[in-house]
């Protein structure tokens, strides 16, 4: 299941991300998310008690941005990840969202084919955005609008 995020899955969804993320969140960072701090929102995907994944967003006015999506790497590729951005896009559209907009490594092929599949598309890109092992990469921007 897929529910609202609190300060309690702070500490778990840092692992997550560290796991899954070149340049993870700290925990710092996704603190106000889960504590739905000044636009910001956190979903948690839940199963058998245990948080598998999350994704958190910022919402001002009508325009939101996801700023991250993780799921834990053994419960990859099937579905979650999926479930929380569709989660969070009908929550977006019932707050009101108009547009939603995100920014992508060039070479993260699955968070591409997800977006991509829930209709984001192409808006330009940063230049050398992202540091990689041998130096650095683009960033995609990415938006779908309702
Ligand atoms: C990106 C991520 C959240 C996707 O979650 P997931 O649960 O693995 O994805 P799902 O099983 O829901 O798949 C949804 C769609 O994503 C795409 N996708 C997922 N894994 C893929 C892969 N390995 N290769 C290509 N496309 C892939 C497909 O389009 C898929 O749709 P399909 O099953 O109909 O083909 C997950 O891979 C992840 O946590 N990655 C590391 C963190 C990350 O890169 N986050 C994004 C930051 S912008």
Partial sequence: MVRPGADADVAVAA?????VSDQPWQP?????YFNHESH???LVLEQSGDVW???????VLDEASVDNVAVLPEAQG??????LLDTAL???QALGAVRCMLEV????VAARGLYEKRGFQLDGRR?????TAEGREDALLMSRRW
């Fill in 15 to 19: 692992g997550i991300d560290a796991l």
């Fill in 28 to 32: 710092d960072s996704l603190s106000r």
């Fill in 40 to 42: 910001c929102h956190a």
């Fill in 53 to 59: 994944g999350f994704l958190i967003y910022v919402l």
């Fill in 78 to 83: 099937m579905g979650y990840g999926r479930l």
């Fill in 90 to 92: 009908q929550q977006m």
């Fill in 105 to 108: 490594r060039e070479s993260n």
């Fill in 127 to 131: 230049r050398d955005y992202y540091k």
